[in-house]
């Protein structure tokens, strides 16, 4: 299950040029207000009819410019959550649900009201109103409505863009079901690098109307070169990891590729596979094993590349047993340490440095 794209459209102050495929799973388009993020979610949903593309879900031709096709909104079978939930206030939850469900093809296989109810966590809700439900479930409920519609492509604009942190916090293990167990191609319109990190299967890179990068979340995040277009100080890649056991100590171990891992509590039953996000400013390099030091995560790994910015700062890809991250240090640092590709170091992890909203499920 994909949906390819490719798209040519001027705008006022930018001229879109891209393409791109989504893969079942959750794709993010990340990047600067303006870049053209929401125009291709609107042109994917036909609210908007490009100068010229393509765009194909499940095999279904949904836009052809060459070939004069152009399919309009009610027939692309497009699921699409903006930032505001947009439910029918006039009705309870579950008919809310139920119209979503009413629109979908009969013979087309999907989730179950059940279902969705039960991946949600709505049940409570189903009587009440949307005048009587907080940000988060208001927006819990408008995903499920989206996908009881039977969609061939899921479509979210910033949906937690209206959400305070807390909501943030109760909506993520949500959104991270869905991608883990509904199979659609996910489109995710966001600014939040740690959203992104936690979420997305596929990140497509938008600067000025392009794409610069596009591919697997864990091979961009940890790519040196496009850690600037990221942001530097939100710059960091997700390490794989699974709960090992609750120490009673209240620190979680976790089992990574290169090693066991320290952290503060993580509510996770053991055997519960994870991705921790690590920031590069959290990373510190050793050439040899640190010993009498406080920092409890150290693990072996190779340097694979190294980036010198515009500043004396350098951004440096490691691999700790086969999984990429990143430390950024100074130049200073890297030329005092010998730092090279293929150098065989030790990386310092900063546990206390890893907050909640960096831990997703995997």
Known sequence: MTLEVRLTHRLPGVALDLAFDAPAGLTTLFGRSGAGKTTVVNAVAGLLRPDAGRIVAEGTVLLDTDSGICLPPH?????????????????????NLLYGNRLAPVDEPGATLDRIVELLGIGPLLDRRPGALSGGEKSRVALGRAILAKPRVLLMDEPLAALDEARKAEILPYLERLRDEIGLPMLYVSHSLAEVARLATTIVLIEAGRCTAAGPAANILSDPALAPGMGLREAGAILPARVAAQEDDGLTRLDTAAGPVWLPRVPATPGTALRVRILAQDVMIATRRPEALSALNVLPGRVVAL??????????????????ILARITRRSAAALGLAPGREVYAVLKAVSVAAESIGGG
Request: glycine content about 16%; overall charge positive.
């Open 307 to 324: 980036r010198e910015g515009e500043g004396p700062g350098v951004m440096v890809q490691l691999s700790l047993g086969g999984a990429p």
């Open 75 to 95: 027939r692309r079978r497009v699921g699409y959550v903006f930032q505001d939930a947009r439910l029918f206030p006039h009705l309870t939850v579950r008919q």
